[in-house]
């Protein structure tokens, strides 16, 4: 089985005003499918620039990108929407929700843009909300939730889709510890459980020491890659749900 | 079609998010619509009315009055030389096949004497045809015959205005008015027929049988004394008017003896190309009206194009949310068009009800006739879709074509 992301020699190149950052500058890199992976390293040392490429949010400059054995680097526009709504979850530092929908739909959202139609869209997303420990909190707007619970929102309105991947930007950056914690705990269970692949970038190594593999950059290029050893790997393995719906942060 | 029922849920949320705001986006259409809509109402009511006063001269009418006369070489002008006759016009009837009706008149003022009261107004002489070609009925009493002209019978047809003036709400039916000091008895008087288009009252007049008319009354011409000041005709159909009037020119040629080389001793006039005239002249203003209200739905459009930019500003990240959970270009572009289009035809629609609203208030209090066709509302609905796409397509578009990563990162 092929690894599901292989990435060779990827470049990324752009312009800020009229200086040329070279974010990326030769990544060869492979991801095996139900891995959990931590990126690490300074601000501006790549990292970012990578998880928006595994996203397929952006093309690079040059280099393969193949997700699930599909060539994506050459995709247009409309092509790599439909491989994120497919494929891909984000998870976003600041959460990311629409202010002005509650949290069903927000969970619902990416069932809008699939191009089937789905039915029953509010169970699957109240099934959704159920599994990260929000049931009863549905018609709350993104303002009425804490934090944490927000960032739980956003976590099931990746998985809605049911993707591969889980590409988490700095996931807990936003929380407390215990909050983080209990992001973290989800991300397990999912990787665990549900065999979901998640790439984390993180600059917390208490947060890294969640997943099972961390690889660090510097200056657009991987400089470490450690698996961590099997017995360290998972320190916490909890019970996903019921989290108690009022834990918040 | 999800999408699309999820796009109108969306863009009404936005749009009350910001009540103030869209109100004023839309009045901008609102105001553009209703006054074209108005403009339009008043534009087809002046076209109307005159189609109106068109009908109550009578329908398919060419007049004929003679030609200028020369006197010692001074030209004197049209309708002065005495070249008509009552023959003429039996002949006309008679023998333009495309000619219906051809009656003779003569016209005269005279002061006019009933009891203690009396009115200046034109005495026609006529025949019952004339009747007939103005579409003139008789309200009360009867009309006169054929025989009244034979025998110069001393009768009179009365219109409203000389009525209304004479006798004091009396009835004038067999009454014996005075006019030159020759006894008259009234025999009918004619249904009010109100201003024509030059703003003449068509009901200050008093009609005669041509031979009484012109032995009691004007008088008769010394050149000759079959002699008729007008001679009015009706052509079998509109169609037919053209024909009608070189029959006409054709046979007046002949009997009047012209050769060749001659000039007409007449003129041929239909009241058509008048009234023609008059319309296009009228429609020429409505569509400058409607042209400059429609300047105003420019404006409105530009007003929705200006709030539109901003919501696509205000509202980046979530576009480029909607683009990382796998938004299309043409989703986000049908989302902010749908937006656009929702503002512009609240707007129409509120307009429309505006502008009929105003059209019927102008009708009422500056006494315009005015008239709202289906046509001017569809129109209107129309172009204010056609506002809503052409002014939301470039937001739109920017909004589309947002890269996701700068989206998600805008603050």
Not at chain 1, 135 to 142: C, R
Not at chain 1, 188 to 194: D, E, M, P, S
Not at chain 2, 81 to 95: G, K, M
Request: neutral net charge; proline residues 3%; glycine residues 10%.
């Amino acid at each position: 089985m092929p690894a599901l992301i292989d990435v060779r020699d990827l470049h990324k190149t752009y312009l800020l005003g009229e200086i040329v950052v070279n974010a990326l500058q030769g990544v060869t890199l492979t991801i095996d499918r139900g891995s959990f992976v931590a990126i690490m390293g300074e601000s501006g040392s790549g990292k970012s620039t990578l998880l928006n490429l595994l996203g397929c949010l952006d093309r690079p400059t040059s280099g393969r990108y193949l997700l699930d054995g599909i060539s994506v680097e050459a995709m247009n526009r409309d092509q790599l929407a439909e491989i994120r709504n497919r494929k891909i979850g984000f998870v976003f530092q600041n959460f990311n929700l629409l202010p002005r929908m509650d949290a069903l739909e927000n969970v619902e959202l990416p069932l809008l843009y699939k191009g089937s139609e789905t039915l029953d869209e509010d169970e699957l997303g109240q099934l959704g909300l159920a599994a990260v420990g929000l049931t009863g909190q549905e018609h709350n707007l993104p303002a009425q939730l804490s934090g944490g619970q927000q960032q739980r929102v956003a976590i099931a309105r990746a998985l809605i889709n049911k993707p591969e991947i889980l590409l988490a930007d700095e996931p807990t950056g936003a929380l407390d510890s215990h909050n983080g914690a209990e992001i973290m705990t989800i991300f397990q269970t999912l990787n665990k459980a549900q065999g979901i692949t998640i790439v984390m970038v993180t600059h917390s190594d208490e947060i890294a020491a969640y997943a099972g593999r961390i690889i660090r950059f510097r200056d657009g290029l991987i400089v470490g890659d450690a698996r961590a050893p099997r017995a360290v790997r998972g320190m916490v393995v909890p019970v996903l749900s019921p989290l108690p719906a009022g834990a918040s942060g | 079609m999800k999408q699309l029922i999820s796009s109108i849920r969306i863009a009404f949320r936005a749009l009350r998010m910001n009540k103030l705001r869209s109100a004023l986006t839309m009045l901008g259409i609102v105001i553009g619509v209703a006054s074209v809509i108005a403009t339009v109402a008043i534009g087809s009511g002046a076209t109307q009315r005159i189609q109106q006063q068109i009908a109550s001269i009578g329908s398919n009418i060419i007049i004929v009055i003679p030609g200028s006369m020369s006197s010692s070489g001074v030209r004197l002008g049209t309708g002065n030389a005495v070249t008509l006759s009552e023959a003429d016009a039996r002949e006309l009837a008679a023998q333009c096949p495309d000619v219906a009706l051809a009656a003779p008149m003569v016209r005269g003022g005279a002061q006019v004497v009933f009891g203690n009261n009396n009115w200046a107004t034109g005495v026609y002489g006529v025949t019952p045809d004339y009747l007939t070609i103005r579409e003139l009925s008789v309200a009360v009493g009867s009309e006169f015959i054929q025989q009244d002209v034979d025998s110069a019978n001393k009768i009179a047809v009365l219109g409203q205005t000389p009525v209304d003036n004479l006798f004091d709400g009396a009835d004038p039916i067999g009454q014996s008015i005075r006019i030159k000091n020759v006894p008259f008895t009234v025999v009918g008087v004619l249904a009010r027929k109100g201003q024509s288009s030059q703003g003449q009252d068509q009901d200050d007049v008093i009609l005669l049988p041509i031979s009484t008319a012109k032995r009691k009354v004007i008088g008769v011409k010394q050149a000759n004394a079959d002699a008729v000041d007008t001679i009015m005709m009706q052509a079998k159909s509109g169609a037919q008017i053209p024909a009608a009037q070189e029959e006409a020119s054709a046979l007046l040629r002949q009997r009047h003896h012209l050769q060749a080389a001659d000039d007409n001793d007449f003129s041929i006039r239909n009241l058509e190309e008048l009234f023609a005239a008059q319309e296009a002249s009228s429609k020429i203003m409505a569509m400058m009206l409607a042209a400059v209200a429609s300047v105003s739905l420019v404006v409105g459009g530009i007003g929705i194009m200006n709030i539109m930019l901003i919501s696509v500003q205000e509202r980046t990240r979530e576009i480029g949310l909607r683009q990382a959970v796998g938004a299309k270009t043409r989703d986000i572009l049908t989302q902010f068009l749908v937006e656009a289009i929702t503002l512009s035809l609240a707007g129409g629609l509120a307009g429309i009800l505006v502008g009929v609203g105003a059209s019927l208030l102008i009708s009422k209090l500056a006494g315009w006739t005015t008239s709202i066709g289906p046509g001017a509302v569809l129109l209107a609905v129309f172009f204010s879709a056609v506002v809503g796409v052409g002014f939301g397509y470039y937001p739109a578009r920017k909004a589309a074509f947002l890269d996701p990563i700068e989206a998600l990162r805008y603050d």
